[in-house]
Every structure is written in structure tokens, then in C-alpha cells.
């Protein structure tokens, strides 16, 4: 099964930090709905997936996103060319780091929600303020649930391996990157801003945590810059097809 890690710096598409933030009394629609970030960062060692109350008096709202990118027209992590094959299966295996539970901020993971893998749609030549709202069937406001082009699921949990088993509209995108030389591009969303969630618990009132400048709830993962462990960088585990049998000839009906 070999292994593609997402592209790190300086590579285009290599992973990224989008985040957005304003004042909790305009409504977190306000905050989510507007179609570029107001934050960008490719160089920091984890990827926040998740939402916030901020500031002095915790009065901004905060949401965060991130972005991935494979680039498949190249070599596996083995050296091994990835050109040729088909993949018949694939999950996408990221790092979660650990709760921060005291001090100036919390951040919590809530093992009830999923984080959302989605399809990136982004036509530019790299990740930017707009990849925020790059995403397959984009909409403008409400739950993207039933229009975004949803790659797989996995629930939340702090300092862990998460693996999404990607199905199979991901696997045809990537067997056709294969085919192009292409590069595939993910957007990581938390729970709560997929389905725009502003109910108790939701987008502008974080569940749990007591950081009195800061209480986020959702993941921050190791990025591809994480100075852990290489085993920490954000990859696709893919699984190739069974080669089909050659007809060099044929005795009694069998291939060999």
C-alpha cells in the first residue's frame, strides 16, 4: 500500500491555514459567508479545523479551514512511480495533536462531531483567500450538506491518527489526476461549519473550555512543516488494482 504525503513548501498547493474572524454581534453568517479568508498561512506546523470565540471579552467569531494538496503525476513517498496504476481504494490519514485544556486558550476536540474531507475546486495555481470557498458545489450560505461534494467522514478525536475512507467519487477523481498529471486538492471543514450549526454548542457559542482569550472546538492537525515526526504529515494511503493477467499464452484456459 504505498503512501503520497500532500505537498509542503514551496510547492503551489502545498498545505494551508484559512481562517476568518469578526465580531460575534454581526451573526457568525456574516463571519462564514463571505467568500475569501481573512487569514492565510502555509508555514505553520499544524492546520486548525475548527471554529472559535476570541479576544479580549471573547467577542469575535472564528472559523477555520484547511487545505490539501496531492500531487499525482509524480513518484510515491517509496520513489516509485504512481503514473500507470489504478487505485481501487484510498484514505486520506492525518494527525490530530492534543487538547490544550488551561490557559490564555483551550482548543477541544468533540468526539460527536465528524471533520469533513471535501472536493476543492480550486482553478488557480496555488491555495489563496479564495481556496476558503473553493469547494464542489459551493453555496453561499446555510448547510453545505446535500450541495458540497463531500469526500469522506471521520469522527474528531485529540491526539490521534484519523484515517477517511475516501469513497468512491474521490477515487475516480484520483485515477483521473493519475491519467491528467493532475494534483488533488482537499478541504478540510469541521462539523459544525459544514452544516452551519449556530444552535447551543455551535458556530459562536464553542462547546466546552474555559480560555479567556480564546476557546476553539475542533482539530488542529500536523502539517507537512510539523518538526514531531514525518509519520505525522498529512497522506493518502492508496491501494492499487490487481494488475490484469498478461496472454502470453494459454494452457488448459489459464494465463501465464
Same mark, same amino acid.
Request: glycine share 12%; charged share 15%; hydrophobic share 35%.
Given at each position: 500500500?504505498?503512501?503520497?504525503?500532500?505537498?509542503?513548501?514551496?510547492?503551489?498547493?502545498?498545505?494551508?491555514?484559512?481562517?476568518?474572524?469578526?465580531?460575534?454581534?454581526?451573526?457568525?453568517?456574516?463571519?462564514?459567508?463571505?467568500?475569501?479568508?481573512?487569514?492565510?498561512?502555509?508555514?505553520?506546523?499544524?492546520?486548525?479545523?475548527?471554529?472559535?470565540?476570541?479576544?479580549?471579552?471573547?467577542?469575535?467569531?472564528?472559523?477555520?479551514?484547511?487545505?490539501?494538496?496531492?500531487?499525482?503525476?509524480?513518484?510515491?513517498?517509496?520513489?516509485?512511480?504512481?503514473?500507470?496504476?489504478?487505485?481501487?481504494?484510498?484514505?486520506?490519514?492525518?494527525?490530530?495533536?492534543?487538547?490544550? !485544556? =488551561? %490557559?490564555?486558550?483551550?482548543?477541544?476536540?468533540?468526539? /460527536?462531531?465528524? #471533520? *469533513?474531507?471535501?472536493?476543492?475546486?480550486? +482553478?488557480?495555481?496555488?491555495?489563496?483567500?479564495?481556496?476558503?470557498?473553493?469547494?464542489?458545489?459551493?453555496?453561499?450560505?446555510?448547510?453545505?450538506?446535500?450541495?458540497?461534494?463531500?469526500?469522506?467522514?471521520?469522527?474528531?478525536?485529540?491526539?490521534?491518527?484519523?484515517?477517511?475512507?475516501?469513497?468512491?467519487?474521490?477515487?475516480?477523481?484520483?485515477?483521473?489526476?493519475?491519467?491528467?498529471?493532475?494534483?488533488?486538492?482537499?478541504?478540510?471543514?469541521?462539523?459544525?461549519?459544514?452544516?452551519?450549526?449556530?444552535?447551543?454548542?455551535?458556530?459562536?457559542?464553542? !462547546? =466546552? %473550555?474555559?480560555?479567556?482569550?480564546?476557546?476553539?472546538? /475542533?482539530?488542529? #492537525? *500536523?502539517?507537512?512543516?510539523?518538526?514531531? +515526526?514525518?509519520?505525522?504529515?498529512?497522506?493518502?494511503?492508496?491501494?492499487?488494482?490487481?494488475?490484469?493477467?498478461?496472454?502470453?499464452?494459454?494452457?488448459?484456459?489459464?494465463?501465464?
Amino acid at each position: 500500500m504505498p503512501d503520497l504525503n500532500a505537498l509542503t513548501n514551496p510547492a503551489g498547493f502545498n498545505d494551508i491555514a484559512m481562517s476568518k474572524s469578526g465580531a460575534l454581534s454581526s451573526g457568525m453568517a456574516a463571519i462564514r459567508d463571505s467568500g475569501t479568508a481573512s487569514s492565510i498561512t502555509n508555514s505553520q506546523k499544524f492546520i486548525n479545523v475548527n471554529h472559535a470565540i476570541i479576544g479580549f471579552g471573547l467577542t469575535s467569531g472564528f472559523i477555520s479551514r484547511g487545505g490539501l494538496g496531492f500531487d499525482l503525476s509524480g513518484n510515491d513517498n517509496n520513489g516509485d512511480s504512481i503514473s500507470g496504476n489504478t487505485v481501487a481504494s484510498a484514505n486520506l490519514v492525518l494527525r490530530s495533536m492534543p487538547d490544550l !485544556t =488551561g %490557559g490564555f486558550a483551550t482548543i477541544l476536540s468533540n468526539t /460527536g462531531n465528524n #471533520i *469533513y474531507a471535501c472536493k476543492c475546486n480550486d +482553478s488557480g495555481t496555488g491555495f489563496d483567500t479564495a481556496s476558503y470557498s473553493a469547494l464542489d458545489g459551493y453555496v453561499s450560505s446555510g448547510s453545505y450538506d446535500g450541495n458540497v461534494t463531500v469526500y469522506g467522514t471521520a469522527n474528531e478525536a485529540a491526539n490521534s491518527e484519523i484515517s477517511i475512507t475516501l469513497n468512491s467519487t474521490c477515487i475516480s477523481d484520483i485515477n483521473s489526476k493519475i491519467s491528467s498529471g493532475g494534483k488533488l486538492l482537499i478541504l478540510l471543514l469541521c462539523q459544525d461549519d459544514f452544516l452551519f450549526n449556530t444552535s447551543s454548542g455551535g458556530l459562536g457559542t464553542p !462547546t =466546552g %473550555g474555559t480560555g479567556f482569550f480564546g476557546r476553539y472546538e /475542533g482539530l488542529r #492537525i *500536523y502539517s507537512t512543516e510539523n518538526d514531531v +515526526s514525518q509519520l505525522y504529515k498529512p497522506k493518502l494511503e492508496l491501494t492499487y488494482a490487481a494488475a490484469a493477467a498478461t496472454d502470453n499464452a494459454t494452457f488448459f484456459g489459464t494465463n501465464f
